[in-house]
């Protein structure tokens, strides 16, 4: 049931649980057109859209659709494709797919990203690229950016249709609208290797990230002579969180993106359009506008960003080790054996299989203790930029928010269905979400 209704919702429901395709861009535009036209505030948009109209704002500072953004965005995609596609590394196998596939994934997206940023270091250096052509070359990179994410959805859907991967892992709600948003297709790929979601995710998505912080701070050092110290903490911190996803891209294999996630516009354009404009705010905000917080203010938040940070990635190991290991001594957590809650389920094609569910270290804390360590982690990235820079900036992190708590009650009602008791047991022993004592 992950990612979808299924059949039986109303055409209404349906279609309001895909505003988001209409909603996703507009707001893209919206947040490029109050960083571009109005220093960063919400306020000056609102009240200028409450005077001219939200039509006569939108044609007057739209992002513009140029040759050059359309062949940067293109391009992009191809040379991360062929890096994807040639580039050594070593095979990992998904999880088993609900039809029963287990897939195999080339792990090469670390060697990705430093032949990436090499190369973008070396075209700069030989005076072919300007450092700062991202920023200066926005509003066009934007304007291609949903097209390119429109496009690639729509091809996933044609896709799911006339030529299917794996026919028995699609899945139909019963709405076409539905259908283009969440995705059909479970793992759509070119050939036997060649992954839609984990190409899309990771090296069109995250890998743009850091990209677009390095060429924000080029921008900064072009206009102003230097660099402020809360962009270079910004770019240290979200550098970590990129490098760690591709440090761990194994462990990738078993979230919720691969595991259960159809590829349809929510992914395809979330990565391709969603990821590149918003995860990046506060480098664009602080690029366009440098900001100078106080030395301790920024060396206060810099280190509850690398505490969110260690959380997160413990968690995450702890799972990972634990679901490798198995119970037994060999597992321990926090100096003791790790404890398990052995979680029977059946498959859509019948087949009976085990998983455990870890009771010790964070996964006793709370059921979703990396969400509050990546939260922590959010906040404190948009902080960085300072506590009177306007409501933008902390898009990000409102952002995470939301996706990390519907997806703790889009996670537990999908496990409560899979694990049934053993599911139940676990709530009793764990009877925290997020916080203790909070929810
Ligand atoms: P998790 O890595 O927490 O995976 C959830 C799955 O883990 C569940 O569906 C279940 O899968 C299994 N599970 C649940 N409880 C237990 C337990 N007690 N013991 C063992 N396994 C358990 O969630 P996500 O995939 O959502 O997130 C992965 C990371 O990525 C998180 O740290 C999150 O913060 C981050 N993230 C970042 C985003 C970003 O845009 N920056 C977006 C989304 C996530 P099963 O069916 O196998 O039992």
Redesign the pocket.
């Known amino acids: 049931m992950w990612g979808r209704q299924g059949a039986g919702r109303s055409w209404l429901g349906s279609l309001f649980a895909s505003l988001p395709v209409v909603l996703g861009p507009i707001g893209s535009v919206v947040v490029f057109i109050i960083l571009a036209a109005f220093e960063g505030s919400l306020c000056s948009f609102v009240t200028a859209v409450a005077k001219e109209g939200l039509y006569t704002i939108f044609a007057k500072y739209r992002p513009q659709l140029t040759a050059r953004g359309v062949f940067a965005v293109a391009g992009w995609i191809g040379w991360q494709a062929l890096l994807f596609q040639y580039l050594p590394g070593k095979i990992r196998t998904g ?1 088993v797919t609900p039809a029963g596939h287990i897939l195999a994934y080339r792990m090469n997206g670390l060697s990705a990203w430093f032949v990436t940023h090499l190369v973008w270091i070396a075209l700069c250096w030989l005076g072919i690229l300007d450092p700062a052509f991202i920023p200066r070359n926005w509003s066009g990179l934007v304007a291609a950016m949903n097209l390119g994410g429109v496009l690639v959805a729509a091809f996933a859907f044609v896709k799911a249709y006339a030529s299917p991967t794996h026919p028995d892992d699609r899945k139909f709600s019963g709405s076409s609208i539905y259908d283009f948003y969440m995705g059909i297709e479970f793992n759509p790929r070119f050939g036997r290797d060649f992954d839609f979601k984990l190409f899309n995710n990771g090296h069109l998505g995250m890998m743009v990230w850091t990209l677009i912080d390095f060429s924000n701070m080029a921008y900064q050092y072009q206009t102003l002579g230097h660099v402020k110290p809360s962009l270079i903490l910004l770019t240290i911190l979200q550098t970590i969180y990129v490098l760690d996803f591709f440090v761990n891209e194994a462990w990738y294999l078993a ?3 691969i ?1 259960h996630d159809h590829y349809g516009f929510y992914l395809a354009w979330g990565c391709i359009c969603f990821l590149p404009t918003m995860y990046t705010i506060q480098a664009q905000y602080m690029g366009l506008y440098p900001t100078s917080p106080s030395s301790a203010y920024l060396t206060m938040v810099f280190a509850i960003g690398l505490a969110g940070y260690a959380v ?1 990635r413990s968690v ?1 190991n702890q ?1 990972d080790r ?2 490798r290991l198995g119970p037994g001594h060999q597992c321990y957590i926090w100096g003791k054996p790790a404890e398990f809650i052995v979680a029977p389920y059946t498959t859509s094609n019948g087949t009976q299989r085990t ?5 010790s270290g964070w ?1 006793g804390w709370s ?2 203790a ?2 509050v360590g ?1 939260l922590v982690f959010s906040y404190s990235t948009c902080a960085l930029v300072g506590l009177g820079s306007g409501a933008v900036v902390w898009t990000y992190a409102i952002f ?1 928010t939301i ?2 708590v519907h ?1 703790c009650k889009r ?1 537990e009602k ?2 409560e269905g ?1 694990y049934g008791d053993a599911w139940a047991e ?1 709530c009793r022993r764990v009877p925290w979400r997020l916080v203790p004592g909070i929810w």
């Open positions: 999880q979230t919720i993106d595991e997160f995450n799972k634990a679901r998983n455990l569910l870890l009771c996964w059921r979703h990396n969400y990546d995470m996706l990390l997806r996670d999908r496990l899979k676990y």
